[in-house]
């Protein structure tokens, strides 16, 4: 939680494989990692109407949009 309280974030990484490179060479790697965060409404945006609020979802980028309640970013990308 931010220091403001919002913005939530959690992320996890799942267990490491052994993957062969193509140089012949074994190493463990992580499988995936997957990143949520949450952004309430900054106080600033609080008095927008509805209709100008959206929820949005993005997978791998860093984009940000303000909308209704909260906006929800997240990474599935394994």
């Not at 409404?41 to 909260?70: A, I, M, R, W």
């Amino acid at each position: 939680v931010s220091p403001d309280g919002l913005l939530l974030q959690s992320s996890t990484v799942a267990d490491s494989t052994s993957f062969h490179f193509a140089d012949n060479i074994m190493e463990s790697v992580p499988c995936s990692y997957i990143e949520f965060a949450e952004r309430l409404v900054l106080p600033q945006y609080s008095d927008l109407p509805e209709d100008e609020v959206s929820t949005f979802f993005s997978c791998c980028q860093n984009t940000h949009k303000f909308v209704k309640g909260y906006a929800k970013i997240r990474c599935l990308c394994s």
